[in-house]
């Protein structure tokens, strides 16, 4: 990752090579045609989207119009109490800091596991691709796959009715009741869900961090072997505090990743049963309630919540340029 | 044992648990996915009847009958010729299990059919039928067939064949021919026309952001303009904003100028939503290439055009690859941008898929089916081609 390819050169004051001037109208005819669409499809759309929710449902009034008299009331930013302080916001939100809590780091972690174990063997390359895989798949792909280790029967009330979720039937064969793991709220199901997550993404940590460890000298690790540090000791004080900046990245991308699912809880409960997130939150308002406004107001907290890591990841682009 | 042999002896015994874990970390990763795949090749009733990790292992209904049946009907079932269970006709007056539980208390030779304690409950008695009807037919259901992969490419669901229903008129799509491959490129159900559709949203989808971002990238490391570093700084952060954030104004945008529905809409979206990224990472590439090598061009008199394509370009084919691929599965598994701009006029896979989960609740078998119809060309991308995918994945950000 960038982090990773950190170059260390001397630093010298940057001046704009003569080469590259080549007059000022030739290197706007590169840039111009992507700036025009990144402007009609990102720019422009961002602006537009908080003008809408800041209007009301069909877009044709502000805000204001949606209030009831007696009852609270923000104002042109009425969208926003709905999608901050209403019953299925919150509960979107909460599931979605439990995905975060639990996900985020969850694929640091294995991911870590998993990088650290293979770098020991011959057949890093075959594990990794096994790891990895998940990522070249569809998340809807994933979500088929999962419903179905997740199959709970039909007629539960019916013991001898065949058991085909490979989960089930090992909890059945251990003398226990089937659960209906996509069912039961809040905790199991939202569990199951981010197990989805985990094994979709671990593959992505694994890799970013396999390089990073790849890149750890091995004079560093042998010295302290000798030292008499055991290998455990020899991971958490010299390993993972120099591989600490990649494991940032690893964090603060799972963060975003997370933020914007959709996808899997789309597929595999449609957010029901208490397992909505803000993302499916956001499409159901616009294309099942048709409330454009309350839509646009959930895209627009999505994306102050990922405004510090847009932020953050501007800096760190200027702090490698400046060692460029 | 001399020591040497000891301790390297000692060193792979020492190991042995780290390879257990790998091993088993590794296969309870590829065993959903194999769940999968095993099950889109079984029929259904083996699907619905026993989990897929008995695959090879008897059918439920025979063991069935070994176990209650078989100690007098023979393992054949012609042991007793007055009620030869193997026979097609005889077997055939008992089409429900209903009647054959009805048989358990009848007295022959003064003897009970089958005792009340040892009789097989309804849904085994159901399978031992289906299993007696099989054998008696002589055309016992293979454990692997194609049949599910055929159906879902024709949008059929589940039927026995599709060829011998077409013939008898059953044909869901319409009164066509049997063809097979009209139906499937025509039929809107059809995960063979969702196929198609995903190619075609795919590969333009996946050039014209490339195309835009090589001119660009070029310009942002080799030209000098105003504003440069700032602007960069701009795309950088542009690379994360969720795309939740144009679907609104771009829906309504497309309602407008009749792009809604059309697959030049979400290649022009997805092109907005992928050059970000696509110029970082070609920048990236091209800022790190030496500046000898531009120096000589323009010192030959090279305009920056000639710079761009003669030299650039070639040069920066390993970025463009993995930045091809990356974009391409990106665009490939989406979901959401498809749902909201193509929706059913135009389906591409994952929405087909996504529509069968949610409302139709086709069977397992299909599911399965179509979920690895759509793996298919993902997998030999990434297996084909790993190398690239990781970079274009690695290469610096994340995207809408």
């Known amino acids: 990752m960038a982090a990773l390819r950190r170059k260390k050169k001397p630093k010298t004051k940057r001046t704009v090579p003569l080469i590259m001037r080549q007059g000022t109208v030739t290197p706007w005819l590169f840039v111009i045609p992507a700036l025009i669409i990144i402007f009609i499809y990102i720019a422009y759309p961002t602006l537009y989207t908080g003008y809408l929710s800041l209007r009301n449902s069909d877009s044709s009034e502000w805000a204001t119009a949606a209030c009831r008299e007696g009852e609270t009331c923000w104002g042109v930013f009425e969208n926003y109490r709905y999608a901050l302080t209403s019953d299925v916001m919150l509960k979107s939100f909460r599931n979605n800091i439990l995905w975060l809590v639990i996900m985020v780091p969850g694929v640091t972690a294995m991911g870590l596991l998993f990088a650290v174990l293979v770098d020991r063997v011959r057949y890093e390359a075959l594990a990794k691709a096994l790891i990895f895989m998940p990522m070249a798949i569809s998340f809807v792909g994933a979500g088929v796959i999962w419903g179905f280790v997740y199959d709970f029967p039909v007629n539960p009330d019916n013991p001898n009715a065949p058991i085909i979720g490979i989960l089930n039937a090992a909890l059945v064969s251990l003398g226990q009741k089937p659960v209906p793991w996509l069912s039961s709220p809040p905790l199991i199901n939202n569990l199951a869900l981010i197990v989805v997550g985990i094994w979709l993404y671990t593959g992505f940590g694994m890799t970013i961090l396999s390089a990073a460890i790849k890149g750890v000298p091995d004079e560093l690790l042998e010295a302290a072997r000798i030292d008499g540090a055991s290998e455990w000791m020899v991971f958490w004080r010299i390993m993972v505090p120099l591989i600490l900046p990649t494991i940032t990245v690893v964090l603060t991308t799972m963060t975003i990743f997370t933020l914007k699912l959709f996808d899997i809880i789309y597929v595999m409960t449609g957010g029901n049963f208490d397992s909505n997130v803000v993302a499916v939150r956001m499409y159901q308002e616009m294309y099942i309630n048709f409330e454009a406004g309350r839509s646009a107001a959930i895209a627009v907290v999505l994306l102050i919540l990922i405004i510090p890591v847009l932020i953050y990841n501007i800096r760190r682009f200027q702090e490698q340029e400046a060692i460029r | ?400």
């Open chain 2, 1 to 400: 044992m001399n020591p040497q042999t000891r301790e390297r002896l000692n060193k792979i015994l020492g190991r042995i648990p780290l390879h257990v874990v790998i091993i088993i970390l590794c296969l309870l990763w590829i065993l959903p996915t194999l769940g999968l795949l095993v099950t889109s090749f079984r029929p259904v009733q083996d699907v619905n009847e026993s989990g897929w990790w008995t695959v090879l292992s008897e059918r439920g209904g025979n063991v069935a009958y070994e176990t209650y049946c078989a100690s007098c009907h023979g393992p054949a079932g012609d042991a007793l010729p007055a009620a030869d269970l193997s026979d097609p006709e005889f077997i055939s007056q008992y089409r429900r299990s209903i009647q054959i539980s009805a048989t358990f208390n009848n007295e022959y030779d003064g003897e009970i059919h089958i005792p009340e304690d040892q009789r097989p409950n309804a849904d085994e008695l159901a399978t031992i039928l289906t299993a007696l009807r099989e054998g008696a037919e002589g055309e016992a259901r293979p454990r692997f067939w194609l049949q599910n992969y055929i159906d879902v490419l024709a949008g059929y669901r589940g039927r026995l064949t599709y060829a011998a229903d077409c013939e008898a008129g059953n044909i869901i799509p319409g009164q066509r021919e049997c063809d097979f491959l009209t139906d499937a490129t025509v039929s809107q159900a059809a995960m063979g026309r969702a196929f198609i559709n995903t190619v075609i949203v795919s590969v333009p989808a996946t050039l014209i952001p490339i195309f835009f971002a090589a001119f660009a990238a070029f310009a942002f490391s080799w030209l000098d303009f105003k504003g440069r570093q700032a602007l960069f700084a701009i795309l950088v952060g542009l690379q994360i904003v969720p795309l939740q954030m144009a679907l609104i104004p771009i829906f309504r945008l497309y309602v407008d100028v009749g792009l809604n529905g059309t697959f030049l809409g979400v290649w022009l979206f997805h092109t907005g939503f992928g050059l970000p990224y696509a110029i970082y990472l070609t920048r990236n590439f091209l800022g790190s290439l030496p500046m000898e090598i531009f120096e000589s061009v323009y010192l030959d008199g090279a305009s920056a055009w000639t710079a761009f394509t003669r030299l650039a370009l070639p040069l920066s084919i390993p970025a463009i690859a993995s930045l091809g691929i990356f974009q391409f599965l990106w665009v490939w598994n989406d979901l959401l941008v498809a749902l909201v701009f193509l929706g059913g006029t135009n389906p591409v896979m994952t929405y087909q898929i996504g529509n069968m989960v949610t409302s139709l609740g086709a069977g397992w078998h299909l599911l399965t089916a179509a979920a690895f119809l759509s793996f298919l060309v993902p997998m030999i991308v990434f297996f084909g081609l790993q190398r690239y995918f990781v970079r274009g994945l690695l290469g610096g950000a994340i995207k809408g």
